[in-house]
C-alpha cells in the first residue's frame, strides 16, 4: 500500500480523492453562501454559519479539509514537477491544442491563483470569525449570534474591488473545475469513451452553478446596496 501511494499513480489517485471532496465541499459551501441572496435580513446565513462553526461533526471535518487541501496542493506540485523533469524539452506547443485543452495544460498556474485567492478568503472572513474577531461580528442579532452576515455583506459593499477579486476567483475556479471534474473521475477509472462525454456535461453544469454562484453573491450583495 504504501509503496502505492509513493508511486506517481498513486500520487494521482490521492489527489483525485482530495480534488472530489473539495468539490463537494465546494458545492457545500455555495448553499451556506447563497442563504445572503435569499435572505436579505442575514437571520439564515447567520444561523448556518454559527452551525458550521459549533456543530461537533463541522469541527472534526475542518480539519479534514484542511488536510485535503494541503494533500492536494502537495501532489499537485510533485506531479507538475515530476512531469516537467521527464519532459526536459518542451514539446510542439502549436498543436498543443488539438490534444488537451488550455486548462488541462495550466492547471498548475490556475491552482497557484486559487490558493492565493484562498488565503485572501480565509483572512477576510475564516480568520476573523474563528480566531480575531470583529466589531461587526459583535453586533447583536435576533438569535444573539455572531453576526457573520453584517461582516460579510459590509466587504462587499464598501471595497468594490473586493467583489473584483472575488468575481475574478470564482472565474478562475470555474476554468479549473472544467478539467477537474472529469479528470478526477478518470483517473479513479470511472471514466470511458461514453461517459467521458457524459461527466464533462455534468462538469460544465456543475462548474456554471458552483463559479457562477460565487460570482453572483458579492455582485448581488453590492448592487442590492446601491439600489437600496
Known amino acids: 500500500m504504501a509503496s502505492f501511494l509513493n508511486s506517481s499513480i498513486g500520487k494521482k489517485f490521492l ?11 465546494l458545492l457545500v459551501h455555495l448553499i451556506v453562501n447563497s442563504l445572503i441572496i435569499f435572505d436579505p435580513t442575514g437571520a439564515l446565513f447567520n444561523s ?3 452551525f458550521m462553526g459549533s456543530n461537533p461533526v463541522i469541527k472534526i471535518v475542518e480539519p479534514v479539509l484542511a488536510i ?5 496542493i502537495i501532489y499537485a506540485c510533485f506531479l507538475t514537477l515530476t512531469n516537467q523533469w521527464a519532459r526536459p524539452v518542451d514539446y510542439d506547443k502549436k498543436h498543443a491544442g488539438n ?3 488550455w486548462a488541462s495544460r495550466n492547471m498548475f498556474v490556475l491552482g ?3 490558493l492565493i485567492f484562498l488565503i485572501i478568503h480565509l483572512s477576510n472572513f475564516f ?10 461580528l459583535d453586533q447583536s442579532t435576533v438569535d444573539g449570534i455572531e453576526n457573520a ?24 475556479l470555474g476554468i479549473h473545475l472544467t478539467h477537474a471534474f472529469w479528470a478526477a473521475f478518470q483517473t479513479l477509472g470511472l471514466s470511458n469513451d461514453r ?5 464533462e456535461v455534468i462538469g460544465w453544469i456543475y462548474t456554471i452553478i458552483v463559479a457562477g454562484g460565487f460570482a453572483v453573491i458579492p455582485l448581488w450583495v453590492k448592487i442590492s446596496s446601491m439600489i437600496n
Do not use: C, N, P, Q
Not at 489527489?15 to 465541499?25: E, K, N, V
Not at 480568520?127 to 461587526?136: A, H, P, R, Y
Open 99 to 101: 490534444s488537451s485543452t
Open 48 to 50: 448556518a454559519a454559527h
Open 127 to 136: 480568520w476573523k470569525i474563528k480566531f480575531t474577531g470583529s466589531e461587526m
Open 112 to 114: 497557484s491563483l486559487i
Open 15 to 25: 489527489m483525485s480523492i482530495t480534488g472530489l471532496f473539495l468539490i463537494t465541499f
Open 195 to 199: 461517459w467521458r462525454k457524459r461527466l
Open 68 to 72: 485535503g487541501f494541503i494533500l492536494h
Open 149 to 172: 452576515y453584517l461582516l460579510v455583506t459590509s466587504f462587499f459593499i464598501d471595497w468594490w474591488w473586493i467583489d473584483l477579486i472575488y468575481v475574478l476567483g470564482a472565474i478562475v
